[in-house]
């Protein structure tokens, strides 16, 4: 299992933490480990209102950066 914070809908106060379990890579894949994420002008655009320079899918994991 992992933990992800996803926002199923547009909104500040949709932001949620959920558990998720951990993606099996396909055989061309790589699964990467995050330790850490940072959340960027790009991602508060998305939180805010879904304004973002991409198309945005209604339910996203923000965390643009990561490391």
Known sequence: MMQRWELPAFGRDN???????RPKPDPKEVLV????????YRDLLILEN???PIFI???VTPG???A
């Open 15 to 21: 932001l949620v933490l959920t558990s998720a379990l």
């Open 33 to 40: 480990k995050v330790e850490a994420v940072s959340l960027n």
């Open 50 to 52: 879904g304004v973002a």
């Open 57 to 59: 899918p209604v339910l």
């Open 64 to 66: 643009a950066s990561a």
